[in-house]
């Protein structure tokens, strides 16, 4: 099975605010929805907050230390824990927050990761990659336009 984070992050490694994502950017949400569609999604309680509702056409993993149910997600106690549920699977994909992002980056084979070219005020970061371990596969760079206020590089890395 192929661990593969999805993150967003701005220069700073930001990747969010109160819950909320610090940027706008409707092609990233179009290019995570395809990298991730048919597949198993995990996510922490808080990043599933944020978002409101289980992610469609995917399984959805809930990880919690809180004993509660959430309807149409699968709700487990760790990432070793949500892992174990995906054994069979080909790929699947940590999508946050940023306490989920640390715990699996030691599992993680492949990030799919877009940099927003902009340092943002924020109170969660993505975990800083030592670039030793990590082999650029794939980049592509993206300006401004009327959708998209602030350019960004969608890039692919692979674990040495």
């Given amino acids: 099975m192929i661990i593969s984070a999805v993150v967003a992050i701005a220069e700073n490694n930001a990747i969010g605010k109160n819950n909320q994502l610090l940027w706008r950017l409707p092609n990233d949400l179009k290019h995570f929805k395809a990298i991730t569609s048919g597949h198993t999604v995990i996510m922490g309680r808080k990043t599933y907050d944020s978002v409101g509702k289980p992610l469609p056409n995917r399984r959805n993993i809930v990880i919690t230390r809180q004993n509660i149910s959430i309807e149409g997600c699968e709700v487990v106690a760790s990432v070793a824990e949500a892992l174990a549920l995906c054994r069979a699977e080909q790929e699947v994909f940590i999508v946050g927050g940023a306490e989920i992002y640390q715990l699996a980056m030691p599992l993680t084979d492949r990030i799919y990761l877009t940099i927003v070219h902009q340092a943002f005020d924020a109170?969660?970061?993505?975990?800083?990659?030592?670039?030793?371990?990590?082999?650029?596969?794939?980049?592509?760079?993206?300006?401004?336009?009327?959708?998209?206020?602030?350019?960004?590089?969608?890039?692919?890395?692979?674990?040495?």
């Fill in 123 to 160: 109170d969660a970061y993505f975990p800083q990659l030592d670039i030793t371990e990590w082999a650029e596969t794939e980049r592509e760079e993206h300006g401004t336009d009327e959708k998209h206020a602030i350019p960004y590089s969608f890039i692919t890395l692979q674990r040495r």
